[in-house]
């Protein structure tokens, strides 16, 4: 492959049996680059089989997912479990010289503690995607407001990747040939009943 007057080796990850419509390039902060290719006429992935079985699940930030089967999902918390090392190594990125290779080398450093952090969490959310996605037919998740969560608990809605957990489990449901609902934010969930005037579902 030759990209800016340069020739690259890469290793195709697996084989392209369809017609290329384009081909992304992206380089990241290490500098590493990874190619994508975006194909036509791919051969559909074989769905899941149906279990007949639906679930709600609300977002936490003490328990990551609540289902409504009463099953409870804690979610890894990557950046605050290398936080003490991401301090450190941007504190050594601020002191070097400007423009130098001592400069250039801590950097590095930071991007691939970042790198590692994102990677963490993305392998988890997968996974977890990937397992409500064999046993439920329908998942029905709700519509957050993520922009005013950050600006009430920070760091902690950035580390656990709400959003990035909702998009991968779309694509893994409906790769299943499943489904997933997302509530709207500003409906009413439970209320009280005019009959018992006890609380329940709307």
Same mark, same amino acid.
């Given at each position: ?22 081909? $992304? ?14 194909? &036509?006429?791919?051969?559909?992935? &074989?769905?899941?089989?149906? $279990?007949?079985?639906?679930? =709600?699940?609300? @977002?936490?930030?003490?328990? @990551?997912?609540?289902?409504?089967? =009463? ?37 590095? %450093? ?13 392998? !988890?959310?997968?996974? $977890? ?15 957050? %407001? ?6 009430? !608990? ?6 656990? =990747?709400?959003?990035? @957990?909702? *998009? ?10 499943? $489904? ?7 409906? *009413? ?14």
């Amino acid at each position: 492959m030759r990209l800016l007057g340069r020739n690259y080796r890469f290793n195709q990850s697996r084989p392209t049996n369809a017609a290329i419509k384009t081909v $992304t390039v992206r380089r990241d902060a290490l500098g590493d680059i990874y190619v994508t290719f975006s194909c &036509e006429g791919v051969q559909q992935p &074989e769905q899941l089989p149906k $279990t007949g079985q639906t679930a =709600g699940a609300d @977002f936490g930030l003490r328990t @990551f997912l609540s289902v409504s089967n =009463g099953e409870r999902l804690a979610a890894p918390q990557p950046l605050k479990a290398q936080l003490r090392h991401l301090r450190r190594a941007q504190r050594a990125l601020s002191r070097k010289q400007k423009g130098s290779k001592a400069k250039n080398k801590a950097r590095l %450093s930071v991007a691939r503690l970042h790198r590692r952090v994102a990677n963490l969490r993305a392998d !988890w959310q997968w996974k $977890t995607a990937l397992g409500l996605a064999r046993r439920f037919d329908r998942i029905t998740i709700e519509d957050l %407001s993520l922009q005013g969560m950050s600006k009430l !608990w920070g760091r902690k809605v950035a580390d656990l =990747g709400l959003a990035d @957990f909702a *998009r991968r489990l779309e694509h893994q449901m409906r790769k299943a040939g499943k $489904t997933v609902l997302r509530y709207p934010r500003f409906s *009413r969930s439970t209320g009280i009943c005019p009959f018992c005037a006890g609380r329940s579902a709307d």
